[in-house]
């Protein structure tokens, strides 16, 4: 059992930056693959971003590349999530994700799907304004 607990998040303006992280708990990540996924009011869960942990194999969604930028740090069993030039439409509360066997990262086509993951955080919000 893995326990995800997000924080970070909160209201910041248009062109304004983020820093969410995802502090997990209960066993080794060695093996796994985590992920942001993200969900806008009255939107499905979407894909953001995912990265393998032993190789640091990443993969982004489009809307957010060049953006954002995911990274862990092995020592704290921590993943972030660096944010910057927000937009409004990055407004969602954001969760975290955990596939333990690591395949998530293989390719794009299988990180996008939240099926692949086994444990997910309870979110945090992301406000930005225009």
């Known amino acids: 059992q893995v326990q995800l607990v997000e924080s970070g998040g909160g209201l910041v303006q248009a062109g304004d930056s983020l820093r969410l992280s995802c502090a997990a708990s209960?066993?080794?990540?060695?093996?796994?693959?985590m992920g942001w996924f993200r969900q806008a009011p009255g939107k499905e869960r979407e894909f953001v971003a995912v990265?393998?942990?032993?190789?640091?194999?990443?993969w982004y969604a489009d809307s957010v590349k060049g953006r954002f930028t995911i990274s862990r740090d092995s020592a704290k069993n921590t993943m972030y999530l660096q944010m910057n030039s927000l937009k409004p439409e990055d407004t969602a509360v954001y969760y975290c994700?955990?596939?333990?066997?690591?395949?998530?990262?293989?390719?794009?086509?299988?990180?996008?799907?939240?099926?692949?993951?086994?444990?997910w955080g309870q979110g945090t919000q992301v406000t930005v304004s225009s």
């Open positions: 994700a955990a596939d333990s066997s690591g395949r998530a990262a293989d390719s794009s086509g299988r990180a996008v799907v939240a099926g692949r993951y086994d444990y």
């Open positions: 209960g066993r080794s990540l060695s093996s796994y693959a």
């Open positions: 990265i393998r942990w032993t190789d640091g194999t990443r």
